[in-house]
Antibody, heavy 120, light 108 residues
Framework: EVQLVESGGGLVQPGGSLRLSCAASGFTFSSYSMNWVRQAPGKGLEWISYISSSGRTIYYADSMKGRFTISRDNAKNSLYLQMNSLRAEDTAVYYC?????????????WGQGTLVTVSS | SYVLTQPPAVSVAPGQTARITCGGNNIGSKSVHWYQQKPGQAPVLVVYDDTDRPSGIPERFSGSSSGNTATLTISRVEAGDEADYYCQVWDRSSDHYVFGTGTKVTVL
């Protein structure tokens, strides 16, 4: 069974940093591209970043580029999101999601999410 | 940047058909995917590649896409279908995932 479990969320002050982790199991992690998606309270889904299976190809949403860094450790079956210079508007539930293997770019499995609250 | 527009809300009586639209420039030339999200839960893929269903998704969920509009159709709506629904495409010009604005489906 495919499982994605996010961790690392919590309360952080504006301007602070946080590193999110996503532990993957139930599939060959090193074969799949991965993504981070967030959802602010009461709002819609917002894609953050994509990383290829090898980690060599990375894409970011324009609004997050320069502040957020996606990475992965295939030996540890883990995906990461380093978030710096956090703002109140970054408050959201952060999901990791597996990219389909088909080349059509859709997200076939999602974690349950971890809540990040940016507030003083 | 590529924009996907959905109606904020759709209401439907049990047993009837709900149609949720997703508008985007020449969306018919892209692969469209749909997600269902119930309150407090993660999104779940219900349709991919315009018309295909993942295993475990009822046949009542179907999709279509042409021109500037893609549509998710839910037939014989049940109370358990009440949720937010999002369309999504991959924008090759920017290498970005793009999600629609979301539609809240209410079962009357």
């Amino acid at each position: 069974e495919v499982q994605l479990v996010e961790s690392g969320g919590g309360l952080v002050q504006p301007g602070g940093s946080l590193r999110l982790s996503c532990a993957a199991s139930g599939f060959t992690f090193s074969s799949y591209s991965m993504n981070w998606v967030r959802q602010a309270p009461g709002k819609g889904l917002e894609w953050i970043s994509y990383i290829s299976s090898s980690g060599r190809t990375i894409y970011y949403a324009d609004s997050m580029k320069g502040r957020f860094t996606i990475s992965r450790d295939n030996a540890k079956n883990s995906l990461y999101l380093q978030m710096n210079s956090l703002r109140a508007e970054d408050t959201a539930v952060y999901y990791c999601a597996r990219d389909s293997f088909s080349g059509s770019y859709y997200l076939d499995y999602w974690g349950q999410g971890t809540l990040v609250t940016v507030s003083s | 940047s590529y924009v996907l527009t959905q109606p904020p809300a759709v209401s439907v009586a049990p047993g009837q058909t709900a149609r949720i639209t997703c508008g985007g420039n020449n969306i018919g030339s892209k692969s469209v995917h749909w997600y269902q999200q119930k309150p407090g839960q993660a999104p779940v893929l219900v349709v991919y590649d315009d018309t295909d269903r993942p295993s475990g998704i009822p046949e009542r969920f179907s999709g279509s896409s042409s021109g500037n509009t893609a549509t998710l159709t839910i037939s014989r709506v049940e109370a358990g279908d009440e949720a937010d629904y999002y369309c999504q495409v991959w924008d090759r010009s920017s290498d970005h995932y793009v999600f629609g604005t979301g539609t809240k489906v209410t079962v009357l």
